[in-house]
């Protein structure tokens, strides 16, 4: 990997201008106790980031509520079991995979961030809008530690232009500072035990 | 709580015990390389551990395979998303609720061993079959912590009578060490930042 990653010092600046822009959040927010729209974020080196995701987009399709999915990343699958589940709710779900446009085998970094911003344009579309009530940013994070998009920008979305009571979930491992910082509810997964170490390849229903 | 927990030294002589039948089970499955009826544990204090198996279970109905799960909860919302989604799928789709059996706030150890036994019965049939692909045991681990169940049994149909293509997935606080011996894949969900410290309360779509 030749991209050069953001360095500690910046990493540390966006999170304490990402702190003042949250308190201001927090404060237009007060006084609503029942219901708020969260920032989660599911970040570590352990399985079940995007499953966990997942299981709250499909209990808002369950309760008739739609969602939106913008997957940031660069698979071959597009025949997984969560693409085929949302496809049978068309009312319901709003899917965008940006996986196609990654090439990071071929180190074409131009592409890797109009690929980025094509998937961003769409997910602050989905943000923005009155209609969904939960927008899942699958491995936005990896987007984001490899610099792809300005970590300002989705931070300055999630905070002034989040309706109220819109769920935004982000997904992958190295969450940014910034992004920790600004987010009401936060997992780690913590690999404990994992089953490629045995040689099982990842498996239908399970990783896809 | 005035019921007695396992103490540590039971607990280190079931976890030996599940090594021991573990390495067989093991033995019995080596050559198995592309697919493997895993054993997976979703644990710790964080949130995400039933949303990530549900996460699981809608991915296999959106590929057409069956699955069973098991609420070993005590709670009052039947009327969860995820039930409402396994409901539009009867062919695929079996959920058992034990909740409504549950006591814990009137301390009747005895009705709550029943209601766990009720439980277990049907994972059982569920965990035997060779019909559904994955089974849910949705807070087992809870069952389990306050010794509802005899661990060793749990421990033996999981090796001895599961389907060698079939995934078992456990989820709850404080997994038995025996259980997670003989797991193939165990997460550990850690809380970094929770919303409900704001005094946000559970919220249809994210927590049921």
Avoid: C
Avoid at 32 to 56: E, Y
Avoid at 102 to 129: K, P, S, V, Y
Avoid at 145 to 164: F, G, S
């Amino acid at each position: 990997m030749t991209d050069p990653l953001p360095d500690r010092d910046d990493n540390a600046r966006h999170a304490e201008k990402a702190k003042k822009r949250k308190a201001a959040h927090d404060k237009k927010l007060s006084g609503m106790t029942d219901s708020k729209g969260l920032i989660i974020v599911h970040t570590g080196t352990g399985k079940g980031k995007t499953s966990a995701a997942l299981g709250m987009v499909f209990r808002h399709i369950g309760h008739g509520m739609p969602v939106g999915v913008v997957h940031f990343t660069k698979s071959e699958k597009w025949n997984t079991g969560e693409a085929k589940l949302l496809a049978q709710f068309p009312e319901l779900a709003t899917l965008h995979i940006m996986g196609e446009g990654f090439t990071w085998e071929t180190q074409d970094r131009e592409r890797d961030i109009a690929a980025a911003r094509a998937g961003w344009d769409r997910a602050r579309e989905l943000i923005r809008d009155d209609r969904h009530r939960m927008v899942l940013l699958d491995e936005l994070n990896i987007v984001l530690r490899y610099d792809y998009l300005p970590i300002e920008e989705i931070v300055a979305v999630l905070l002034d232009e989040k309706p109220a009571d819109k769920h935004v979930v982000i997904t992958g491992r190295n969450a940014h500072p910034a992004l920790i910082e600004i987010a009401d509810l936060v997992t780690d997964m913590t690999l404990v035990k994992h089953p490629f170490r045995a040689g099982v390849k990842a498996q239908k229903g399970v990783e896809f």
